[in-house]
């Protein structure tokens, strides 16, 4: 059964729901087209960089639909913050769940055979 959760943004219920890998790619390819829908492509440090008002006003009602431009305006930080935060939460827990079992056993491995930083 797909996961899903309601935040409130701008006084409107917003129902998050996961979405089939599928749909992930196709929003990743539509968000970021030079990503041809493949997370890695995605350059963290361009986007990061290039972060201002109309990438909220652009790229979020991509996400969700439900929100307008109005609504972007008008929401709090803390709103949105929320609402990407259960994105990630109902499209991605497993996939953070894996991570870090596997971030800690690359770490064991890597100071086993000494190539850890120090």
């Known amino acids: 059964m797909a ?16 979405k089939r890998i599928g749909e992930l790619e196709t929003l990743v390819k539509e968000l970021f087209p030079e990503s041809k829908g493949k997370l890695s492509e995605i350059d963290l440090n361009e986007l990061l960089g290039n972060v201002n008002f109309s990438l909220l006003y652009d790229k979020l009602p991509k996400i969700f639909p439900e929100l307008t431009k109005d609504d972007m305006k008008n929401a709090y930080m803390s709103e ?6 259960a994105f990630v939460d109902v499209n991605f827990r497993g996939f953070k769940r894996l991570l870090q079992p596997l971030m800690s056993i690359s770490q064991m491995i ?9």
């Open 110 to 118: 890597l100071t086993q055979t000494g190539l850890a930083r120090k």
């Open 80 to 85: 949105l913050e929320a609402i990407l935060g």
């Open 3 to 18: 996961r899903s959760k309601i935040v409130t943004v701008n006084e409107k219920n917003i129902i998050i729901r996961e």
